[in-house]
């Protein structure tokens, strides 16, 4: 099966995954299509295998395969395949470890774009918080994602700035936030869209809890962040927000595709 323009739905084959069959559907995905439902085997070190849970629902008239007791290899080989993949938030079993095992595989790349399920049935979204890191060579794919998977929501564009180490208050200097904020108009015309469209934050904070502040008070039920970027700096950037806003976000959160190395 040709699997190019398909959506990849994967599992540890023990939670519900009827919740993202339907969220791919809401999205307008080509789930209609068909698509991968893949099963990952349990780690060889778990004490209890899974039972065999009965396969969902699937869109009528899609092309569908299932493929059982995958590996991670495998999983990386399918979404390279597949331009869209969709999971399950998954706890991690020690709350010190943040994010499972596959999860953390599931943010590797190379991967096209990445939507974990927090909140079943929140798709189609109405309130949108899109996290921008303004050194990212292609900032703007994130609107341009935000746009595409939630065309009516409302749009709250944020970026953080870093913190003044001798400002008692943490304001930002006036001068380097309209800074931030005239580049995130930039960013929005970049995009195809008027800066009205949009509110927009900068603020001088600690990434993650900026944006788990700012997704809860705003009552978000879509998180866009960026992928990986070649720089390590950036990719240092990333490795410190990604893992704590996965793990303590409350809405559903949509990774953009890596950048090429």
């Known amino acids: 099966m040709d699997s190019t323009n398909r959506v990849l739905i994967v ?42 849970r ?58 096209g774009t990445l939507l974990i399920v927090r909140r079943p049935g929140a798709a189609p979204y109405r ?43 943490q304001a930002c200097p006036p001068d380097q936030r309209e800074a931030a904020l005239d580049r995130l108009d930039a960013l929005l015309d970049q995009a195809g869209l008027s800066p009205r469209q949009a509110f927009k934050i900068a603020e001088c904070a600690h990434a993650p809890e900026l944006i788990l502040d700012k997704e809860r008070e705003l009552l978000a039920d879509l998180l866009v962040i960026g992928g990986r970027t070649p720089s390590a700096l950036r ?5 410190g927000v990604m893992p704590q806003v996965l793990a303590q976000a409350g809405c559903d959160v949509l990774i953009a595709p890596a950048q090429p190395r």
């Open 11 to 52: 599992s540890d084959g023990v939670a519900d995954e009827q919740p993202l069959i339907d969220a791919a559907v809401a999205l307008g995905t080509p789930a209609s299509a068909g698509g991968t439902l893949l099963r990952i085997a349990p780690p060889a070190w778990s004490p209890l295998a899974p039972l065999p």
């Open 54 to 111: 009965p396969l969902p629902r699937f869109p009528t008239g899609g092309d569908w395969q299932v493929l059982a007791d995958a590996s991670l290899a495998e999983l990386d080989i399918q979404r390279q395949r597949h331009p869209l993949t969709l999971a399950a938030h998954q706890p991690a079993p020690w709350p010190r470890e943040g994010l499972t095992a596959l999860t953390r595989q599931l943010l590797t790349p190379p991967h």
């Open 127 to 169: 309130r949108v918080l899109v996290a921008i890191e303004l050194s990212a060579d292609r900032a703007a794919d994130c609107l341009q994602l935000a746009r595409r998977f939630a065309p009516a929501a409302e749009l709250t564009v944020l970026h953080a700035l870093p913190r003044q180490p001798d400002a008692a208050d």
């Open 235 to 239: 990719r240092l950037f990333y490795r």
